[in-house]
């Protein structure tokens, strides 16, 4: 089968050295990978990138900012004309480092915030990181550098959402990103961040009644992963979902040079290295990413098989369905399912 589409927006990796052990970090991070890509390597990995036609790189880690040369790198990729993105702990923001992210041409910045101070710091396993988040939002702000904020959400702070929004509006964000936990990397050792069916329920409820909030505050509340697929709602503005776009739209890069369709899947997922075979040759090759490329309604898994949406929605997120049951297309925890009851599935 000839795959015709482009990678039109990556997730790299930088390093998975970080300044925190965080509880729900789906990467495990806190060391380097044993072999992490070198300067000239990263550089040359850029310069593949125009061909493919990528539009957008969004530098994750680890915490990103603590390899040293990432401002060479999204300079290089500002002077082919690539936007650039990054997810930050906010533990390292300073003055110098925003002026440095702006003066580099990075399009947006992404700090991470996942609770009130008390469950912020107990998910972060950091007692001041609160704190520092507060302080890298004022500076991003402050610096007129388009900010999301992203919260994963668990069982810990899915209480304090609207007392979360309260906090971000005052502090003048624009951006709010929900996202649901999903079991992969260190979470799998903190069941007590787990969501279940009220919980997923309870966020998607959130999601609707206080988006035309947020909207009235001038505030965009943006969600990931599962939540609003088929809600009837003029909200959800990045509908139509039409399935997982890893390895279809999108791809991730390891920071020692694998490929995989999307960094939220665990490791063993990976379609090529990058040390190996050029980005070009991996995505073209068409053996890659063939759990979204080669899906068909035969392959929904259970939780998924008898559903009206199965053709459209394809199972759901594919680290959402992978993580909670080692296998793609059967989101165990898709709203859907539970607000149209079991008739929606006939094997249940």
């Known amino acids: 089968m000839i795959f015709e589409g482009f990678p039109l927006i990556i ?14 970090c789906g990467s495990s991070a806190g060391y380097p990978r044993p072999s992490e890509l070198t300067t000239k390597e990263s550089l040359k990995i850029c310069d593949q990138f125009p061909d493919l036609l990528v539009q957008e790189v969004n530098f994750t880690g680890g915490e990103p900012l603590l390899r040293s040369d990432w401002e060479d790198i999204a300079v290089h990729l500002r002077d082919l004309g690539i936007a650039t993105k990054i997810l930050t702990n906010g533990m390292v923001l300073q003055s110098d480092i925003v002026s440095r992210i702006k003066d580099a041409g990075i399009s947006g910045v992404g700090i991470s915030l996942d609770g009130l101070e008390q469950t912020h710091n107990r998910i972060r396993a950091s007692m001041g990181s609160f704190q520092y988040v507060l302080n890298g939002i004022e500076m991003v702000l402050r610096a007129e550098i388009p900010l999301t904020v992203i919260t994963t959400v668990n069982a810990l702070n899915i209480h304090e959402l609207p007392a979360l929004f309260d906090l971000l509006q005052s502090a003048g964000v624009k951006s709010w990103r929900v996202q649901p936990i999903i079991p992969v990397g260190r979470v799998q050792n903190s069941v007590e961040l787990g969501l279940g069916e009220q919980a997923y329920i309870q966020l998607e ?14 505030m965009k509340l943006l969600y990931s992963d599962g939540l609003g697929y088929f809600e ?16 279809i739209l999108s791809c991730g890069i390891t920071s020692d040079g694998k490929i995989k369709g999307c960094l939220s899947l665990p490791d063993e997922l990976v379609d090529g290295d990058l040390r190996k075979n050029d980005l070009w040759d991996i995505w073209f090759n068409p053996d890659s990413f063939a759990y979204t490329r080669q899906f068909s309604v035969e392959k929904l898994g259970y939780n ?21 049951t080692n296998i793609f297309h059967n989101d165990p925890y898709c709203v859907y399912k539970f607000k149209n009851g079991a008739s929606v599935y006939e094997n249940e």
């Open 304 to 324: 998924c098989s008898s559903c009206d949406k199965g053709e459209q929605c394809r199972g759901g997120c594919s680290a959402k369905s992978y993580g909670n």
């Open 11 to 24: 997730g790299w990796e930088l390093t998975l050295a970080c300044n925190l052990r965080c509880n729900h």
């Open 232 to 247: 009837e709602s003029e909200i959800y503005e990045e509908l139509p979902w039409r399935g997982c776009s890893a390895g």
């Open 205 to 218: 409820d959130f999601v609707q009644r206080w988006s035309p909030t947020a909207k009235k505050a001038g």
